[in-house]
């Protein structure tokens, strides 16, 4: 886990750290997915950007994309394959996913990943879409 969501793990909050806590979120998503106290934890590892993960057997690494959140992070394989997590979402065509803490970040987020070899985006919801949608103006 990336250090900048650890606290939210440790302290089973979600929204310890976030810029734009929105209060419908606040109190239905932990209602909803049961999310509370029995439910903390301490990551085993604390990641950074260009996280090396073939030591574990998958040519790939983490890359930082906050916007969803302080420490969003996506895995990028050798084969140009990233799984983006919450940054994107393709339920009605690719688009950033509208539920952002800070989508300054999210748009430098874009933009880091305009500047790397993508092939197929794996959003967290939804379904996959090529790298050049977003060359051609979506997200």
């Excluded at 339920?91 to 430098?108: C, F, I, K, V």
């Excluded at 790397?116 to 794996?122: A, D, E, P, S, V």
Aim: some cysteine; aromatic content about 8%; charged content about 25%.
């Amino acid at each position: 886990m990336h250090r900048d969501d650890a606290e939210m793990a440790e302290r089973a909050d979600m929204f310890v750290n976030r810029k734009r806590p929105n209060l419908i979120i606040t109190k239905l998503i932990p209602i909803l997915s049961g999310f509370g106290k029995s439910e903390w934890f301490k990551p085993d590892i604390l990641i950074e950007d260009r996280y090396d993960l073939s030591q574990y057997g998958l040519e790939a690494e983490v890359i930082c994309i906050p916007g969803h959140s302080q420490g969003s992070v996506g895995i990028l394989t050798t084969r140009g394959d990233l799984f983006c997590g919450d940054l994107f979402e393709n339920t009605n065509g690719p688009a950033l996913n509208p539920l952002m803490d800070d989508p300054t970040a999210a748009r430098s987020s874009v933009a880091k990943l305009e500047g790397l070899k993508i092939g197929t985006i794996y959003p967290g919801h939804g379904q996959p879409f090529m790298m050049q949608s977003l060359a051609k103006g979506r997200p």
